[in-house]
């Protein structure tokens, strides 16, 4: 019985030793994460996540954390994936609502993002963060001024937070307080001394009013905060060049060269500032002198021939990628992807597939070769070859929005217009701001019979670009194709303000007249249109359509005969004229008619339908 009572004693303290284990490693890597976190060792942080979430994937702070950590290192797509799991399993989570709102924002979901900030203020109607990101939807739906009410209260309940300093500042510029807003960031710099985005706000700010001092001192604060950041520095470098201070330009990048272990960048960022000065000589002499310094240093040769390249010195390329093959197995792939580049731009595909199947016959799942496969299959009509190359490359990298946009057009080549929408809808979650995949996803609703996600496509390019006229004239069709009169009239009107061609925005003012039965308006509009635009097809039969709604056939007749007795060349005339009188019956009149369109016009197939019409007749 003792030696029962033993073992089980024995193996309580067993459990719970093996208990204190577990939880003491949860601990440590908590610990561990924390601190990496705080260091800004991001890839450390998620490693040591992962190992709390191993021992327990339940624990909220971990997951709260790892998700955090995702967000940092840009993997927004994963990040959004564990908001939402952490959501479903805990909806009062605050946190993770906020977050993954702040995500949807990013990702032009704007609504998405309304929808967590509601959930948030319905739990803590005062919560400032909740507030910001309203007040975000609001400014990413062109709703400035509801966003500017908004952040107000969440600046006046917490005036401390970044973002909402931030979003303040930006929409007090927006409603043409500038000064205001360098003052509440300037005033907010004693509590965030180290804020790179404060900083950057204020040296843009200085640099659009024209205060070059006070823009240099920030620029200056930005590289002393961020000493790896070549960015940065090249930010600075440039500032004195335009501002016409081309020594310290170069003071700014021999320093770095100088102090520099990888001397890569700032080397590059130096051949970089001679191009921008337009001496592309010396900017080749100076890159050539490093790479005979350091030959082994193959980023500074694929600079060069990436120059030469561009510079339609394709021989120069031609041989430093060559001379990478043969020299560096470590650079050879890299250099064969490259040439096979090179042959695709001359005209070579047979010689640029033989390249690239190399580089995957070693390594099949190289993203650049099979990117550059598939954009041949692509050219080659080979729709159903692309797709399956742009997906490999998808499932490696899901969040490569160019891919993305290749796997929709080549959705596009095979009929798959469903499947084309779905990709370019993904694309523009990943590049909200890429003006091109909103028009791309407007044409492909267009035809395929969906006006309304059509126009709504062009309004988002419309905001993009508000004043480029293409677009316009382009909503301004989309509204019309969605029975849309009165969007697509302000669309008009802004075209025309705009300097747009005044034929065709009295033509379009003509047809939203038309479309509302305003017959004697929609006359007016054709007539202004064809003053802009003598002898105009569509104004011309838009006119002659609106005179017959208004039971006014002479007036038309008589108004086609004075506009062929003045434009003697205008076969429309007398193909409209003919069918008049073929409707009321006049035959040989209207044959006449037709027969002189004929003449001017022998090419254009219109007239001789009606005119067989007339003979049966």
Sequence with gaps: MKSIYKLLVLCILAFLVACGGVEGRKVKHMEKAAKSFEEKHYDKARVSYRNVLKIDPKDLPARLGYAETLMKLKEWRQAAGQY????????????????????????????????LAEEVLAMDGTNPKALTLKAGSFASQGKQSEAL???????????????????????????????????????????????????????????????MDDAERELKILVELEPDNIKLKNQLVFFYEK????????????????????????????????????????????????????????????????????????????????????????????????????YETQGKPEESKALIDEVLLDNAGNIEALTLRGTLYLKDKDALSAVSDFRTVLNADPDNAEIIKLLGSAHIMNGDADLAIDMFKSAQNLKPRDIQISMQLATLYKQNGKPLEAAKQME???????????????????????????????????FIELGGDMARGS??????????????????????????????????????????????KKDALAWLTEVASQLKDNAVAYNLKGELLLSDKEYSKAV????????????????????AMAYVS
């Design 149 to 211: 009410e908004i952040i107000k209260q969440a600046y006046t309940i917490e005036p401390n937070s970044i973002d909402t300093i931030l979003l303040y500042a930006s929409l007090l510029r927006w409603d043409k307080k500038g000064e205001q807003a360098v003052k509440l960031v300037e005033s907010e710099l004693g509590n965030h001394p180290e804020s790179v985005t404060l900083h950057t706000f204020l040296s843009r700010a200085y640099l659009s009013a024209g205060q």
């Design 460 to 494: 988002v390019s419309h905001r993009l670009a508000p004043e480029n006229i293409q677009i316009l004239e382009q909503l301004a069709q989309a509204y019309m194709s969605a029975n849309n009169a009165d969007k697509s009239e302000l669309a008009v009107q802004r």
């Design 84 to 115: 939402r799991g952490i959501i479903e399993e805990h909806p009062e989570s605050k946190t993770a609502k906020l977050n993954l709102g702040q995500l949807y924002l990013l990702a032009n979901e704007a609504a998405l993002a309304m929808t």
């Design 507 to 552: 033509y379009y003012l003509g047809l939203i007249a038309q479309s509302r039965n305003q017959h004697e308006d929609a006359v007016a509009h054709f007539s202004q249109s064809l003053e802009a635009k003598r002898g105009a097809v569509e104004p011309m039969s838009g006119k002659v359509r609106s005179l017959l709604a208004q039971d006014k």
């Design 243 to 342: 501002n016409g201070k081309p020594q310290q330009a170069e003071s700014v990048l021999t320093t770095l060269i100088a102090n520099s272990e990888d001397k890569t960048a700032p080397i590059i960022s130096f051949f970089d500032l001679h191009l921008f000065r337009g001496d592309k000589d010396k900017a080749v002499a100076m890159l050539r002198k490093e790479i005979n310094a350091d030959d082994d240093n193959h980023d500074l040769q694929f600079r060069l021939a990436a120059y030469f390249m561009k510079n339609e010195q394709k021989d120069e390329a031609q041989k430093i990628y060559q001379s990478l093959i043969e020299s560096d197995e470590l650079s050879a792939e890299k250099a064969k992807i490259r040439m096979a580049y090179l």
């Design 592 to 611: 006449a008619a037709f027969e002189k369109a004929h003449e001017i016009k022998p090419e254009w197939w219109v007239p001789y339908r009606s005119h």
